[in-house]
T-cell receptor, first 116, second 116 residues
Framework: AQKVTQAQTEISVVEKEDVTLDCVYETRDTTYYLFWYKQPPSGELVFLIRRNSFDEQNEISGRYSWNFQKSTSSFNFTITASQVVDSAVYFCALSGSGGSNYKLTFGKGTLLTVNP | DTGVSQDPRHKITKRGQNVTFRCDPISEHNRLYWYRQTLGQGPEFLTYFQNEAQLEKSRLLSDRFSAERPKGSFSTLEIQRTEQGDSAMYLC??????????????FGQGTRLTVV
């Protein structure tokens, strides 16, 4: 069975602070995908990033960066110089690969509030 | 690319009534997923279609729930004899899956169901 744990239920920061959202996963698959989605108050899940299990290279996209560490089964997400528009619920998710495994198991989400 | 669209966005119904939701996926996507999200939780997988075939149903999908995807295009999710516990956001997602290729799911804005 697959499991995703986001231990931080809520985080509150002041604008321009850096913030890291933690994600720990469990899977028996050797090939799998990890995702981060953003859910603003409008409700739509916005895709942020996908990593596959064979690529442990960290990635940076603007103010966003992701740290994938297979040794600790973690896929953490950092927002640098946070902005009020970053306020949302962020979900980490895991998918297997092949056949029916292409479905997402989500964590419970982390509510990020960025205050001006 | 018009994205995944869901209709209606909001639905209030009385307990015991039947409701039907519609999802229009991204046109070239062969997979369509339904998820349910309750307050404070991450989305949970309900079912998915590969083209018109429904290939997997979660144990969360009781006999009162039925989903269809005629002709492999749009999909409908029907809930019969609604109960208050059915109140949730119902999310639809679509993806293009080719063999063991890249997998990325795009979500609609969801249908928020309130059963009173």
């Amino acid at each position: 069975a697959q499991k995703v744990t986001q231990a931080q239920t809520e985080i509150s920061v002041v604008e321009k602070e850096d913030v890291t959202l933690d994600c720990v996963y469990e899977t028996r698959d050797t090939t799998y995908y990890l995702f981060w989605y953003k859910q603003p108050p409008s409700g739509e899940l916005v895709f942020l990033i996908r990593r596959n299990s064979f690529d442990e290279q960290n990635e940076i996209s603007g103010r966003y960066s992701w740290n994938f560490q297979k040794s600790t089964s973690s896929f953490n997400f950092t927002i640098t110089a946070s902005q009020v528009v970053d306020s949302a619920v962020y979900f980490c998710a895991l998918s297997g690969s092949g056949g029916s495994n292409y479905k997402l198991t989500f964590g419970k989400g982390t509510l990020l509030t960025v205050n001006p | 690319d018009t994205g995944v669209s869901q209709d209606p966005r909001h639905k209030i119904t009385k307990r015991g009534q039947n409701v039907t939701f519609r999802c229009d996926p991204i046109s070239e996507h062969n997979r369509l997923y339904w998820y349910r999200q309750t307050l404070g939780q991450g989305p949970e997988f309900l079912t998915y279609f590969q083209n018109e075939a429904q290939l997997e149903k979660s144990r969360l999908l009781s006999d009162r729930f039925s989903a269809e995807r005629p002709k492999g295009s749009f999909s409908t999710l029907e809930i019969q004899r609604t109960e208050q516990g059915d109140s949730a956001m119902y999310l639809c997602a679509s993806s293009l899956v080719k063999g063991k290729g890249v997998f990325k799911a795009f979500f609609g804005q969801g249908t928020r169901l309130t059963v009173v």
